[in-house]
Nanobody, 124 residues
């Protein structure tokens, strides 16, 4: 069974940066797309970013485009989310997810394993 463990969340100020990591167990990490989603209190889980099995063709939500960067290291079974120029509306629990397929798609139904989440809080 695949396990995903996020790390790197925390409390920061507006304009700061944070880097999230997600370590994934299992030998098939490099076969699947990976993604990041987030959920703010009282809201649905929203797509943030996704990356294909090879690291190509990243997808981003419009709200984070040009501020966030998703990347992966298949040798380390790890996916990253670099978050720059953080805003209060970025405050949420961030979840790492493993895709069902090699190519990235921006929908939670296309992901079948989830981490426990890491809290990101941005204050003004």
């Amino acid at each position: 069974q695949v396990q995903l463990v996020e790390s790197g969340g925390g409390a920061v100020q507006v304009g700061d940066s944070l880097s999230l990591s997600c370590a994934v167990s299992g030998r098939t990490f490099s076969n699947y797309a990976m993604g990041w989603f987030r959920q703010a209190p009282g809201k649905e889980r929203d797509f943030v970013a996704a990356i294909s099995y090879s690291g190509a063709s990243p997808h981003y939500a419009d709200s984070v485009k040009d501020r966030f960067t998703i990347s992966r290291d298949n040798a380390k079974n790890t996916v990253y989310l670099q978050m720059n120029s953080l805003k209060p509306e970025d405050t949420a629990v961030y979840y790492c997810a493993k895709g069902r397929n090699p190519q990235a798609v921006p929908h939670p139904d296309d992901f079948d394993s989830w981490g426990q989440g890491t809290q990101v809080t941005v204050s003004s």
